[in-house]
């Protein structure tokens, strides 16, 4: 009888480990790049996440909108780069990013929330997440979220929600490139 041989350098039950994603940033979040958002911490007219809503300091909500600094949220948040401070209960945020020509091979939101988040992109609902991450990820962005995605000006509108304990809202885009 023949006996394989075993080779001993390896446990019994070894796989390869996978290859890592490469994540490229096309728009940067807070962690690597701070940008100026509009927000607002009233509830917005239905239409507030369309491209063409006014969004200006003395249109919209009582108070109107105001610019803050990425990220939005409160101190000792795990993961939390703070530029604004939101300590309410809900935050709507508005940003106009440009995207370069060529398509990213999957675009994914870089978003790091705490607590339940909407993206739209371009007023179409691209992403919609429910409790919360204690630091930056990547989030495929839904079928339609995708093909929302345009070269050139890009509205991005998001919803945020709070509950209780820390809370932070902060949104990038990355490519996600399996190799």
Request: charged share 25%.
């Amino acid at each position: 009888k023949k006996w394989a041989k075993r080779d001993k350098t390896k446990a019994s039950n070894w796989a390869p480990i996978p290859a890592l994603p490469k994540v490229t940033s096309i728009v940067p979040a807070a962690d690597r790049q701070a940008a100026i958002w509009r927000y607002t911490f009233t509830k917005p007219a239905d239409d507030w996440m369309k491209s063409g809503f006014d969004d200006s300091p003395a249109a919209g909500a009582p108070g109107g909108w105001q610019e803050g600094k990425s990220g939005f949220g409160t101190r000792n948040t795990p993961g939390a780069v703070i530029g604004t401070v939101w300590n309410t209960r809900e935050i709507w945020l508005r940003r106009e990013i440009e995207l370069p020509a060529g398509k990213a091979s999957d675009p994914q939101a870089w978003l790091h929330h705490d607590e339940d988040a909407e993206v739209y992109i371009n007023g179409v609902l691209a992403l919609k997440l429910s409790g919360y991450v204690s630091g930056y990820d990547a989030f495929p962005l839904t079928p339609a979220g995708n093909t929302a995605l345009k070269p050139g000006k890009n509205t991005i509108a998001i919803h945020c929600r709070q509950t209780g304990g820390g809370q932070y809202i902060d949104f990038g885009l990355v490519d996600v490139e399996i190799r």
